[in-house]
Structure formats: structure tokens, C-alpha cells
């Protein structure tokens, strides 16, 4: 069975950074497509950064500049680098490859 386990999120002051991972077992990150989503109370879940089976990237224009997606194949593992943090990055972040998704981390950036 595929089991995706994001962890890393936190409380963190506006401008700061934080890295989010997510761990996979039953799946090959490196032979999928992966996307980071995330969810703030009362919105609506939305694209927040993907990338390809071959390693494109691609990431909403609200996070572009700030969010990187990246992948480990060794570890198995898929991460988002989130620097220049603004309170309304606020939200449960969640990682997903085709229908599998994580139970999520929560990010909490203070102004």
C-alpha cells in the first residue's frame, strides 16, 4: 500500500524559512509525478508547487520566487524549501502523487 508522511512544519516569523518533507513507502517518488497543496481555513485546497517525473517544476505564482520543490530518489523522500515566509503562506500543507495523498503538516507563519 502507498503511505505519504509530510513532517517539518511549525510556527515561524514572518521572512523566515522553513523546509517541509514528505516520506513515501509503496511508491517510487522518482518515477512520479509530486505536488505540494495547501489548505487555510475557509479556502478552498490549492496548487502549490508539482514536479514532473522528468524534474520540471512549476509553482503558483503566489509562492514563485520563494517555494522550491525537490526531490531525493536515494531517500525516497520529496521536500519544499519555503524562504521569505508572509502570514498568509499560513495553511496545512499536503503532498500527493497521483491519487495518494499525505495527512499533511501544518505551517503557522506569525507577522
Known amino acids: 500500500q502507498v503511505t505519504l508522511v509530510e513532517s517539518g512544519g511549525g510556527l515561524v516569523q514572518a521572512g523566515g524559512s522553513l523546509r517541509l518533507s514528505c516520506a513515501a513507502s509503496?511508491?517510487?517518488?522518482?518515477?512520479?509525478?509530486i505536488a505540494w497543496h495547501r489548505q487555510a481555513p475557509g479556502n478552498q485546497r490549492e496548487l502549490v508547487a508539482f514536479i514532473s517525473s522528468g524534474g520540471t517544476t512549476s509553482y503558483a505564482d503566489s509562492v514563485k520566487g520563494r517555494f522550491t520543490i525537490s526531490r531525493d530518489n536515494a531517500k525516497n523522500t520529496v521536500y519544499l524549501q519555503m524562504n521569505s515566509l508572509k502570514p498568509e503562506d499560513t495553511a496545512v500543507y499536503y503532498c500527493?502523487?497521483?491519487?495518494?495523498w499525505g495527512q499533511g503538516t501544518r505551517v503557522t507563519v506569525s507577522s
Open positions: 509503496g511508491i517510487i517518488f522518482s518515477s512520479n509525478p
Open positions: 500527493k502523487s497521483f491519487q495518494y
